[in-house]
């Protein structure tokens, strides 16, 4: 069994952050461990409050991790504070020749900022050229290429402004927020491809961007190539969102192991 290692923080209503990772690692047969960048208060009715882990925990944790249990990929998500860009870049500076992927968590869905301007920054200039593939929604991707992104012709023009900085990384920029909630994917192959999307009514939608770029990562694990491992990640999230039973009084969770529950369902 593969190993795979999420860097993110803990949601303790199992939505998003790491929980949800190694429940989507779960669901694609994959063993994953995780190290906890911070800790959040929150529930399905939003984000309360964030308490970052302290830089010496996490960069104690992947030595201690990367010694014993060498993960096939990482997925990075939220990093909470300068100091844990700084630490991350680090520790990926060593550890290169796996897909990495990030996802850019910069707000909560209910608009709670998860990190600084200056964190953004510094994730730009230190974190975006080391990683392989980054999955940003619409805000996100306006942030990192300092563009308003509300229209799919206003994402493939940021997509390829973000490709062109950074040439050998891989964008899957998400569009679940459009009408037609299309994903754009733009490969360090020079391919542009849009992947259609379906839109599932359901009040169950915490955590897809956790879940997406979890699911690619482990598409990519699996050894699938990046254009069909783009689509598989989005008809895994897509599935999950049509199978969801409401949970909580806000925006519950999606179903994250459909692929265990039903036995009898193909692999998508």
């Known amino acids: 069994m593969k190993v795979v290692l ?3 923080g803990f949601d303790p209503s199992s939505g998003a952050g790491v929980t949800a990772d190694l429940m989507v690692f779960a669901a694609h047969g994959l063993y994953g461990c995780s190290c906890i960048t911070a800790l959040t208060v929150q529930s399905t ?13 996490v960069r104690e944790t992947l030595g201690c991790l990367l010694d014993d249990l060498p993960p096939a990929g990482i997925k990075i998500g939220m990093l909470a504070t300068v100091e844990m860009v700084v630490v991350v870049a680090e520790f990926l500076e060593r550890y290169r020749g796996i897909p990495v992927v990030l996802d850019p968590v910069l707000r909560s869905s209910s608009g709670r900022e998860l990190l600084s301007a200056e964190g953004v920054i510094l994730l730009r200039e230190r974190l975006l050229p080391l990683v ?9 991707l306006g942030v990192l290429t300092d563009r308003v ?4 012709e206003q994402m493939l023009a940021a997509g390829r402004g973000l490709r062109e900085r950074f040439p050998r990384l891989n964008v899957l920029a998400t569009g679940g927020h459009l009408d ?7 490969s360090v192959e020079g391919e542009e491809h849009w992947i259609k999307g379906e839109a599932v009514i359901t009040t169950s939608t915490h955590g897809t961007g956790c879940v997406l770029s979890s699911a690619l ?12 491992a783009a689509g598989k990640a989005k008809r895994y999230v897509t599935e999950a969102l049509r199978r969801a039973v409401p949970i909580g009084h806000g925006r519950g969770p999606t179903n994250l192991l459909w692929r265990l529950r039903d036995a009898t369902e193909p692999h998508v």
């Open 217 to 228: 990562l482990s598409q990519l694990v699996l050894g699938v190539g990046p254009r069909e």
């Open 6 to 8: 999420t860097i993110a």
């Open 132 to 140: 392989d593939w980054v999955t940003p929604n619409l805000d996100e």
């Open 180 to 186: 037609q909630p299309d994903d754009l994917l733009l």
């Open 45 to 57: 009715l939003g984000v309360v409050g964030t308490h970052p882990v302290t830089p010496e925990i």
């Open 149 to 152: 992104v509300t229209t799919h």
